[in-house]
């Protein structure tokens, strides 16, 4: 099914802070995101209407949807939270 690799919610503080530490992802970085947060919430609905728009003209991408079950309601919805 899912791969696990990139689920953290069973990673402990050491193994978290030691992707952190890989990524040279720094404090410094956390506050600038941390200061970003209000302009990504004011364009998420709009930034994801517009990958959305783009992902549904890909039959490819169409396919692998219908075949999970979901459809652009749904993952809208999840993106733009």
Do not use: C, H
């Amino acid at each position: 099914m899912g791969d696990n690799r990139f689920d953290t919610s069973k990673l402990n503080m050491s193994e978290f802070k030691a992707r952190l530490d890989y990524l040279e992802f720094t404090e410094s970085d956390a506050k600038l995101l941390k200061s970003l947060k209000p302009w990504a919430d004011s364009i998420a609905e709009g930034f994801v209407k517009k990958f959305y728009d783009k992902q549904f003209n890909q039959q490819g991408f169409l396919r692998i949807i219908e075949k999970a079950g979901s459809n652009r309601r749904t993952l809208e919805g999840a993106q733009a939270g």
